[in-house]
């Protein structure tokens, strides 16, 4: 019985960790667009738009992970590939011309929208998401 709890308890602290998939945001808050996505959330979203085989992506990629773990529950943090139907989305919404893409969301509203320049740097991405997302942890 000890070793299931732990077990479980392991598994659910993995999962705290973990990034949020787009498609189960959709899911949770019954929605099919972002437009009504954004609205829905009930705290602050960050979203990374990026593409198979971006170099830059994939240099975000680790600071965009290490950020979401460290604010657990405070925010949301989900990615989806550009070619998705939540990117084609994302770029009728916003004009995405580059990639990554950022896109941070707080009490509804687009607080910062922007190809991502930061890259491999963790410092700067978190304090672009403070910055917007209105959390600091």
Known sequence: MIRKMLILALCVASVRAELVSIESLF???KVTTLRELFVAI???LVLDVYGDG????NALSRPFDTVARSAEDAIYFAKFNHTTTAGNQAKSMFGISRIPYIIIVRNGVVSYN????SGSNETAFKKLVVQHAGVSF
Not at 54 to 57: D, I, P
Not at 114 to 117: A, D, L
Request: with cysteine; proline share 7%; aromatic share 14%.
């Open 27 to 29: 899911s949770r808050f």
């Open 42 to 44: 009930d705290r602050p």
């Open 54 to 57: 971006c170099h830059y992506c």
């Open 114 to 117: 922007g190809v991502c320049t």
